[in-house]
């Protein structure tokens, strides 16, 4: 079983849906969970991070962590052309050199 | 706003050869990362750094691998002996101390092994 498992998509949505984006992970000594943005040829952007279980909202984006599912999600409410990208979920447990896992990533495609 | 720099963009060597990719982390951060993305595959992490010494590195990083710190503000990646599956986008992070999670990354060094 892989660490971090994420559908790689592509995921098309029309302008102004709701996005909902998932991983799962098996290794339950992560503890930090964060979700970049990564635009074709660019690095990863950090949109969002939290540490250990809930809810974290901030602008038209929420992450959510169930620690007691290894399951983690981002919500992206109000989607727009510009949010077309791929989304990866990472994570890390507190090893104190912050080794991050990522997940393989979600290719999102927002319609006009 | 402060970025990560790396250079170069893109980088060809051959089979054998040794490359140093370079990274400008930004100015006040303290903790620097090496991490690496084989075309069309997911983001993989390779090294950890802080005050001079590795603090955590994977499997992949192998003793053809090194990093180094040279001066106060360069971090670099040094690949002894490059394979061809040595090829991969190479990113460079850097973070604030008490911030470890908040990772700002490079725009990439694309390494071609010929």
């Not at chain 1, 098996?26 to 969002?48: C, H, I, T, V």
């Not at chain 2, 993305?37 to 992490?45: D, S």
């Amino acid at each position: 079983q892989k660490e971090v498992e994420q559908d790689p998509g592509p995921l098309s949505v029309p302008e102004g849906a709701i996005v909902s984006l998932n991983c799962t992970y098996s290794n339950s000594a992560f503890q930090y969970f964060m979700w970049y943005r990564q635009y074709s040829r660019k690095g990863p952007e950090l949109l969002m991070y939290t540490y250990s279980s809930g809810n974290k909202e901030d602008g038209r984006f929420t992450a959510q962590v169930d620690k007691s599912s290894k399951y983690i999600s981002l919500f992206i409410r109000d989607s727009q052309p510009s949010d077309s990208a791929t989304y990866l979920c990472a994570m890390s447990a507190d090893t104190g050199g912050f080794k991050t896992i990522f997940g393989a990533g979600t290719r999102l495609f927002v319609k006009a | 706003e402060p970025e990560v720099t790396q250079t170069p963009s893109h980088q060809v060597t051959q089979m054998g050869q040794e490359v140093i990719l370079r990274c400008v982390p930004i100015s006040n951060h303290l903790y620097f990362y090496w991490y690496r993305q084989i075309l069309g595959q997911k983001v993989e992490f390779l090294v950890s750094f802080y005050n001079n010494e590795i603090s955590e590195k994977s499997e992949i990083f192998d003793d053809q691998f090194s990093v180094e710190r040279p001066d106060g503000s360069n971090f670099t990646l040094k690949i002894r002996s490059t394979k061809l599956e040595d090829s991969a986008m190479y990113f460079c992070a850097s973070s604030y101390v008490e911030g470890s999670y908040e990772q700002y990354f490079g725009p990439g060094t694309r390494l071609t092994v010929t």
